[in-house]
Structure formats: C-alpha cells, structure tokens
C-alpha cells in the first residue's frame, strides 16, 4: 500500500510538471502568434518598409526570438522526459518486481486451469456490472457462456442500476419472485423497498399526501414484524404541512438511505440466489496482496539457504499466513491420529461411527479388510468410510 501511495505522490507531481507545461506553450505560442501578425501588420502598413533600413534588424529579432522560445520550449519537454523515467524508478523501488518470477505455467498448467481462470475474471465482470467487458472477454477466450448462469447477474445488475437511478420497481417485482426464499432469510428487503416508495412520496408535500397515504397499504404485510418501522413512518404525516426536513424524521430524506438499499439488495440476491457477495477474484486477490510480502519473505530465506525443496510441496506452505478474520472461510481439519492437517490427496473421511480421521491414517489402520475405529473401537469396513467436505 505505501508503495501505491509513494508512487501515486510522484505521479501526482508529474501531472502537474505536464499541465503546468502544456499552459506556458500554449501562452508562449499565442505570445508569439501575436508577435508575428503585428509584424506582418507593421510590414503591411510601411509601404517603404522594403526600403527600409531596418527591414533587416527587425526579421532578425524576429527570428531570434522564434528561435528563443523554440529551444525553452524543447528543453523544457526535454525536462519531462526525465521525470518521466524518474517514474519507472519509482516503481522499481517501491514493489517487488519478484512477483515477476511467478510461473504461470505451474499455476495454470493446462488448458482447463485458463479456462476456470478466465471464467472467473469474466465472472468477476459480470458481478461489477461490467457486463460488456465480460461478453467480451468471454468472446476472446472463447468461453462457452451458458444464458441461465449469464441471466443473474443482468439481472442484479440491472435492478441495482435502477435502484442508483431511484427505481424501485424492477427490485420490488424481483422480491414478489422471491418472496418465499427472501422470507427463508428473514430478509427485510421489500418492506425497505416500499419503505423507500413511501418516503420519495411523501417528501412532495401536501399534493401527494393522499398518494402517500394510499401507497401505505402496502406495510400491512408486514405489521407482525415490522410494527415499530411503521408506526414511525406514519408519524410522518403529522410533519406534511411543516415539511419532513424540519421534522424528527429528516434523516429519512437522505440520500445515503438509496446506496444503503443497493448495498441491502445485492447483499440479499446474492444469499437467496447462493453466491457471495464479493467476488472470488476479488476475494483470491485480496488475500494475496494479504499473504503475499511474508511469502516473498521466506522465499528469499530460502533461497539465501539454498533449501528449495521447502516449496515443493504444492499443497503446504512453509509458514502459516495469518489473514484478516473476513477472509476467514474454510475450516481446516487436522487428523487426530497422524497429526496432520488434510488435504486434498488425503482427506477427512467419516467412519461408520461417526469419528472423523484422515484417509493416510485409515489406510495405515486397515487389518485385512476390516478397520477398527481408534477412538470407540468400532470394526467396520473401510470402503463404508464417506469422505468430508469443509
Ligand atoms: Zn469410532
């Protein structure tokens, strides 16, 4: 992050350099634009200028001064090309270019890995509402996108543009489709919706108090949940007259309340339609930039002790990366029996008797074709042991 801010200091600086630049050759070409046409103006009117003895003097400053302001000019530009390149070290110096070193091909190995790459970019685009960039990227990686995982994010994306736009409708018929997943939840997404309604009806004034009234109905549904929102929200008539925004209730009036609605709903859609709500690119990256200084660290202490093969092991880091509790997502289970936390090549599996240990310490349990379970001693078969999901 201090490497950002250092670099965005020097090109903040940079700009300035430029558009300070840009300003004086614009002023100095205007300067002498005007030179040049008094000049021709001074030529037009001397009828003897040609004569003139100073004809030659005068051509002369004249191209002395074109010439002066040329080379200020150019050495000035010449100026910005060295802050320019002064940027490029500035990058050098505040991040580490190691992370260059990263091995795509280990990472993405073959062809499903780019595909499962792009496809997550391309989601990523979906959910930030960037939809043509992610059609885009879709047509370029030649991704296959299925219309009924497309529809979603359209969807959501249109219906929080509508809600930026002060439209509650599109999210209110959402919520009449959803009604019963949204209920699941206890999501009070549609009372806020028409909550929203009635306000933007209300704050009119007088003319629209009948409106207002009438559009009230709509909080009958929810009385036996939202009893205390509602009385509040009808306290409001008793300040139409007067205006809301000299009223107990002017926080209702702000604008906050439509960002905090876009927030509610994508939070909402995203839990009844069962995706998170950031995406997992931007959540794999941000617990990267998280993980990745103490990585370089020990890649460097490894290196200087010229053991490599700490980083062999794809599965297992050499050092535990402690990340932000909100990145916090899988539980992770270590077998009792060999110590061992599981992986994907050996994991959990749940034996008949409930106990849960590692597929490596079953193997080793096995006697014939029976096992024992460590722990109750129930004998059961191996192959009855089901494997679990974190
Ligand atoms: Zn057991």
Redesign the pocket.
Known sequence: MEGCINTEKDVDKLIIKFDTYKKQTFQTFEHLVQHIEKLKEDIQNEADFQNSKSQHTVIAQANKKLKSHGQKLSSQHKDLHSSVSRIGKTVDRNFDMECGSINMHEILPDHAHHTLFNQAICEHFYRQGSVSIAESIAKDANLQINDKWRQPFVEMNDIISGLQNKMVEPALEWCARNREQLHKEKSDLEFKLHRLKFIELIKKGPSHQHFALQYSRHFQQFAPVQCKEIQQLMGCFLFVKQGLSNSPYCDMLSDDIWAEICMDFLHDACRVTGMSVDSPLTTSFSAGCQALPALLAIKSVIEQRQCSGALSNNDELPIDIDLDACQHYHSVFACPILRQQTTVKNPPLR?V???VISRDALTKLVSGSKVK?P????EQSPNDAKEVFF
Do not use: F
């Open positions: 034996l008797c409930g106990h379970c722990y109750c001693p129930v």
